[in-house]
């Protein structure tokens, strides 16, 4: 047990984190410690754990992932395995420029996890073949903001407002998750709409309601004059 390298696992979802943990808990060199489901309590875990590596999904319960990610780069020496069932295009990139060592779509993690685990604790970045060539890509192309996709534009606060929006919370509720002020989420979501090129608060929800269901961006249209809600 004291050889083993401690895993430790950040995921809501009860059913996939038990299948990830007997998976790596197979392996005699690795076990699955702590069940967190959103970063405070990761944090926290993370003390008293002290793990060799931390797995981390993006969609937490009242949390965002890559939050967790810039934390313990700035305040620890951890690596972490960014795990998500996005659009791995549209977060990978922000995973590794936040410090994640690599990053596995959920539905590749049952086959490749083991590896990816044994691949970053080696001292390497984890990230399958279709992943290296669009990232290579994008850096031979300087990372021109002209062929950027709208999403792409997106900052990674603006991405967890507009994430929080399609799955129904408020400006007021945002405010209160994010410890920002009204007035703050309003700019941001201000941002949003331009960078998607969004005319009003309706066209805002309805294209992420559609992003949190699907992963993609919907084209719509709403001719009319609705204002966003502020509270």
Do not use: W
Not at 19 to 36: F, V, W
Not at 86 to 98: G, I, T, V
Not at 190 to 217: M, Y
């Amino acid at each position: 047990m004291a050889d083993k390298k401690k895993i430790m696992l950040v995921e809501d979802h009860p059913i996939f984190r038990l299948g990830l943990a007997e998976l790596i808990n197979q392996e005699d060199d690795l076990i699955a410690c702590g069940t967190s489901t959103d970063v405070d309590q990761a944090i926290k875990e993370m003390e008293n754990l002290e793990p060799n590596l931390i797995i981390v999904d993006i969609s937490l319960k009242n949390s965002d992932g890559i939050d967790l990610v810039h934390h313990v780069k700035k305040h620890r020496d951890i690596p972490i395995l960014v795990l998500s069932m996005h659009d791995e295009y549209l977060y990978a990139q922000r995973a590794l420029h936040a410090g994640a060592k690599g990053y596995i779509m959920k539905q590749e993690a049952m086959e490749s996890v083991v590896t990816a685990i044994h691949h970053v604790l080696s001292g390497k970045v984890y990230l399958n073949e279709n992943l290296k060539e669009h990232i290579l890509s994008n850096i031979a192309e300087n990372f021109k903001t002209k062929d950027k996709t709208p999403m792409d534009r997106l900052t990674d606060r603006e991405l967890q407002v507009f994430k929080m929006v399609g799955k129904g919370f408020t400006s007021k509720e945002i405010a209160i998750r994010l410890f920002l002020s009204i007035k703050t989420i309003g700019t941001y979501r201000e941002r949003i709409k331009e960078k998607l090129g969004l005319k009003n608060a309706n066209e805002l929800v309805r294209c992420a309601v559609h992003f949190e269901k699907t992963g993609q961006i919907q084209s719509v249209s709403d001719n009319s004059d609705s204002s966003d809600e502020t509270n």
